[in-house]
């Protein structure tokens, strides 16, 4: 062989040896998963018996993957078709195969926020968050449902919904039903501590209609400050055996949410939710009360006020009274202010 030749077939070969290892050096290591938005990971679901072909078609859906060929190539050679497992698993900005299939091959799933607010009722609760897992709505309304289920947290298929404190919590997706409940019962118990267990019992309410009583509040009023002063009211006319006569409650009844005007007929309808029917409190919660409307009750100020109504003003706040002469001129003041801007329902 001549020199010139063993030269040519050298450099034949380095820049082959070179090619090919560039090659595997941007399969292995270069970004190769693209995301919409750069600031947030994109969140791959690969529910339960997906294959590897199924886990490829979300990926070219959501036009993740940018050279498909050298993803396919590096799944291959990592066994990953073979090894595919549910999760939620979160693609980054800028992620290398490798990186991507190792985490997706292990099953090394990342938790998701789930942060839930007032939700009026138990139907919208089990659609917002049964969405949000594996196991669906479906699942979780049948555990809600289920008074032997209901039983064993305390509540009936009624007040369940109590068992839901609005706030943030992280779950991974792939959780079973019966196991996202038990959760909610160690937050539930977190926050009921002994010392507003006692602040309940003094208040002659269970903790159930504490929180029963902390959604009238929170529909009356979103005003923090103001909370305390509601609560008051409504305790007041509990004491003294006065229907409450919670307008929220009748809206509820009604399952109208867009009213923003009662009127005299529609307070008669017949509804255990109906405070203007029937004494006491309602038999469940008319939404979810936050944490810290919960304790504007157990703290609710003392005073004399058994009445109260929506200032005139529209500035947010309402105007109390003692006595119904005063609150019948206050709400008479509502009344015609309602008129001029023609809200009449």
Known sequence: MSRNLKIGLFLTVSILLTTFTFYFWQVFRSPNLLVQDDDKPFAL?????????SVMDTLKTHK???????????????????????????IKPRMGNREALVKLRSGSQDAMPLTFNSMRQKSDLIQRLGSKFEFGSDALGKLLNDPATCEKFGFDTTTIVCLFLPNTYEFFWTIKPEAFLERMGTEYKKFWTPERQAKAKALGLSQTQAQVLASIVAAETNKRDEQPRVAGVYLNRLKRGIKLEADPTVIFALRDFGIRRLLNKQLTIDSPYNTYRYAGLPPGPINLPAPATIDAVLNAEQ????????????????????????????????????TRMKIMK
Request: glycine share 4%.
């Open 64 to 90: 993740v993957v940018n050279d498909e060929t050298s993803f396919r190539f590096l799944a291959k050679l990592m066994k990953y078709p073979e090894r595919v497992k549910e999760g939620r698993y979160e």
């Open 45 to 53: 679901l690969i529910p339960k018996g997906s294959t590897f072909d």
């Open 303 to 338: 005073h004399d006020y058994l009445y109260f109504v929506v200032n005139a003003s529209f500035n947010g706040y309402h105007t109390f009274s003692k006595t119904l002469t005063e609150h019948l001129a206050n709400a008479r003041l509502y009344q015609q202010a309602l």
